[in-house]
Every structure is written in structure tokens, then in C-alpha cells.
């Protein structure tokens, strides 16, 4: 347990947004919306904190142990493809919330934690109305921040989709956007159709508090050393700088230090999303300094003795991915089936799990992101706003006559934008 604040205590009481409330009424977790940490960040300066996909029990643990260690604010997330209807992943948007708020419960934590969804992904007109049923039930489920990731989409239907969920998400709640697929040096997203999405949602009323890019990396395990191009993110956000929309830096997996440290210090990037890496650690598989899973002569993964799972355990999973016709990648597939096997093992077996989890995420935040001592920042945003709504950080710039539905096919046929090439790019 830790001591708690005065300050602490007023932001307990006011900043925790209304699902949160009515869903843990008598809790003592700092959950709050995604806009919390996103000041947080900016008022430290050049500083970026995780985005933990908790595609397992361990992640969460772990991650959340090692924001308390650096006093830092920080993010729990879970993606449509690992915790939507066809979901890979027992964690999914429905539990999240209460399996965060048990966990900072029993911990006493006293930093600040937001729950976000990310990579809604939108893909046509079915998704959109899809979208008007379930994404109302997250946030009944506890989420605080969403992406609504239309990103696969032509650029004038990926802004119309934007405007057309926005009224789904509470005004008080985290919003990303999304322009570029994220898949490495495959279609590059540009500063005009960045400056497009941002500008068409200004008009509407909708001021996102992060951006997504296609900025040159992938999700998973990076095969490239190419990775995140750092001079194009600072282009792209310096172009869309009067509307002071925050990058949200995706796949970090594959990047090292110095690289994923000068999106930190050069560029307006407060998030950073990690999942591959984490979920890696939990299982006990070799990683190098930036998480990216090392492979044997015969390319399967490394499994380190006496690390992560047990052997057997490993060798059961292993065997299962064998069978299944699993391989690299797509390991994230034993998730969901082992998700209660993990839960089985020793005491010592499941500590070491979650250690090696809040071990790496600790060193991200306190040698990489510079997040560390985030968590007084973002409670007092909530007590200078007087409760949980920060309210936007940016007002109307852009005229909605110029806007209608006419005119956003009209602009978005003047942009030239490479797509890459089609494909799966949700988390």
C-alpha cells in the first residue's frame, strides 16, 4: 500500500469520470479519461508514457506495478482484434476496466490510469453501425478513451466514419484518430491528409486529443530496421500544430531506445502503444534491449530457463502452435486458450511473470519516455479543471459550411495519398 495525498484524495473524488463511478462505487482506483494523461504529458514536456496492451493478466500486473514505481501516469489499452466479438485475448474492452480497478484496488496504487480502446476499426458502412450499439457498451463497461481507427478506409470515408461515431463517445472521454495504416514503409501516411482528418473533425466539433501515423513502423515483431521515421512524425505535427492534437505513437516493438527517445523528445508524441514486447515477456521468451522477440537458427522463438512460464507450460504452448500451424506473429493467437493455464501455475512462476513486465516498463518510462513523476501532473489537471472533464485544447478553427459531406469528397479527391498495399493492421 502507499500514501495517499491530499491531493490524491480530491482528485479521487472528483476526477473519476461518471461509468467509472456508478461501475466501482466504492473504489479507491484513480481510473480516468485518456485526456488526464495526456496533459500530464504535455505539461511535463517531451515526455510520452505506455500504452500497455493487456493481452494477458500479467501485462496489466506488471505494467501497473512499474507506474507506481516511477510515479508515473500511464495507459492500459486492449485493441478490437485482441478484445473485440472475435477476440484472441480472455482481456477484452468488457473487462478491462474491472480487472485495472481490482488490481490498482489491491496494490493501493495511487497513480492515475486510463482505459482505452484501441484500433476500433472501421472498415465500411456495417462497422459504422455496428459502432453505434457497441461502442456505447464499453464505456457502460468502464473504457475512458477510445481510437476510432477508420484508418483502412479512403480519406474522405475514414473522416465521415470519425464524425459519424463521435456522438458515441462521451465529450469528457480520451479520443484518437487514425490517418495511415500502420504497417511500416508500406504507404506512408503525409502531412496533407493528416492536416485533412484534423481539419474536417475541427469543423465538426471534435477536437481528438491524439493522432495515429502510419510513420514507418508495424505491429508485432519487426523484421525492418527502418522503423519509426522521426523527421516525418515532426513534419506531420508540426503541420497540424494549431490544432494541438498529440501523436500516438503505434508499434513500438522492434524500435530501440534512441529511436522511440527522440519521438519522445522531438516530436508532440504523449502515447505510446506496446503489446508484442510485453506479452513476449510474460511467456518468458527472449527479448533484445527494445523487445523484439530473438529467434533460433531454425526461427522459433528462444524460450529463456527460468523465465516467464515454465517449461512445461512453454513446451505445451509450443506444441499447440505446432499443431494450430501458428508461427512468429501470430503467436499472439495462444492468448485467449492459455490464458487460465497461465493462471495455474506456481506462485514464483507467476511473480516472475509479472516482474519481467514491470521491470521493462519501468525502464521505458523513467530511461525512454521520461514519463517518470507524471502522476501528480495529471492529478492536478483534473483539480484545476474543477472534476473529470479537461474539456478540449482546441476550439472551432475551421468553418462547417466548408465541411459538409459535398465538400469533404470534393477535398479528399485533390489528395495524394499512397495507401500501400491491403492487408490486416489492427493492433
Known amino acids: 500500500m502507499y500514501k495517499a495525498s491530499a491531493e490524491f484524495e480530491k482528485a479521487l473524488e472528483i476526477g473519476r469520470p461518471p461509468n467509472v463511478v456508478r461501475l466501482f462505487p466504492n ?5 480516468v479519461s485518456g485526456k488526464v494523461i495526456d496533459r500530464a504529458m504535455m505539461a511535463k514536456g517531451k515526455a510520452m508514457t505506455i500504452a500497455a496492451n493487456g493481452r494477458n493478466h500479467f501485462v496489466i500486473y506488471g505494467a501497473i506495478r512499474a507506474a507506481q514505481r516511477a510515479n508515473a501516469a500511464i495507459i492500459i489499452e486492449i485493441a478490437k482484434s485482441e478484445g ?13 476496466a474491472s480487472k485495472v480497478d481490482a488490481i490498482m484496488n489491491e496494490l493501493g496504487v495511487t497513480v492515475p490510469v486510463a482505459i482505452h480502446a484501441d484500433h476500433y476499426g472501421i472498415k465500411g458502412d456495417k462497422d459504422v453501425k455496428t459502432g453505434k450499439t457497441e461502442i456505447p457498451s464499453m464505456f457502460d463497461a468502464g473504457i475512458t478513451s477510445i481510437a476510432i481507427d477508420a ?7 475514414n473522416l465521415l466514419a470519425s464524425i459519424a461515431l463521435s456522438a458515441q463517445v462521451p465529450k469528457w472521454a480520451g479520443f484518437e484518430t487514425e490517418v495511415g495504416e500502420i504497417k511500416g514503409k508500406e504507404g506512408l501516411s503525409t502531412p496533407e491528409e493528416a492536416l485533412f482528418l484534423v481539419q474536417g473533425l475541427n469543423a465538426h466539433g471534435i477536437f481528438p486529443d491524439w493522432i495515429a501515423l502510419n510513420n514507418g513502423t508495424t505491429h508485432g515483431i519487426e523484421a525492418s530496421d527502418a522503423g519509426i521515421q522521426v523527421e516525418l512524425t515532426k513534419k506531420i505535427h508540426d503541420v497540424i500544430s494549431k490544432y494541438k492534437v498529440s501523436g500516438a505513437q503505434h508499434g513500438t ?11 519522445a523528445q522531438e516530436t508532440n508524441t ?3 502503444n506496446v503489446a508484442t514486447a510485453l506479452q513476449m515477456i510474460t511467456w518468458g521468451v527472449k527479448v533484445n534491449e527494445f523487445g523484439n522477440a530473438q529467434l533460433d537458427e531454425n526461427g522459433d522463438f528462444i524460450k529463456v530457463r527460468g523465465e516467464g512460464v ?5 513446451a505445451d504452448m509450443a506444441a499447440y502452435a505446432k499443431e494450430k500451424g501458428i508461427k512468429g506473429g501470430n503467436y499472439k493467437k495462444l492468448n485467449l486458450p492459455y490464458e487460465n493455464k497461465l493462471h495455474a501455475q506456481p506462485a514464483d512462476v507467476r511473480e ?17 519516455f521520461n514519463a517518470q513523476d507524471t502522476a501528480p501532473l495529471g492529478i492536478e489537471a483534473i483539480i484545476k479543471a474543477g472534476g473529470y472533464d479537461l474539456g478540449p485544447k482546441c476550439s472551432r478553427i475551421e468553418d462547417p459550411v466548408q465541411w459538409t459531406e459535398a465538400k469533404i469528397r470534393e477535398r479528399a479527391a485533390s489528395i495524394n495519398a499512397d495507401k500501400g498495399k491491403k492487408g490486416n493492421f489492427e493492433d
Open 253 to 263: 516493438s522492434g524500435n530501440n531506445s534512441d529511436r522511440l527517445r527522440r519521438i
Open 151 to 157: 484508418s483502412h478506409l479512403p480519406d474522405a470515408e
Open 27 to 31: 473504489s479507491r482506483a484513480l481510473i
Open 310 to 314: 515454465t517449461e512445461e507450460v512453454w
Open 84 to 96: 473485440g466479438t472475435s477476440a484472441y485475448c480472455a482481456c477484452n474492452f468488457w473487462n478491462l
Open 270 to 272: 504523449t502515447k505510446a
Open 352 to 368: 516472475r511473470m509479472i516482474k519481467g513486465v514491470e521491470d521493462f516498463v519501468y525502464d521505458l518510462l523513467t530511461k525512454v
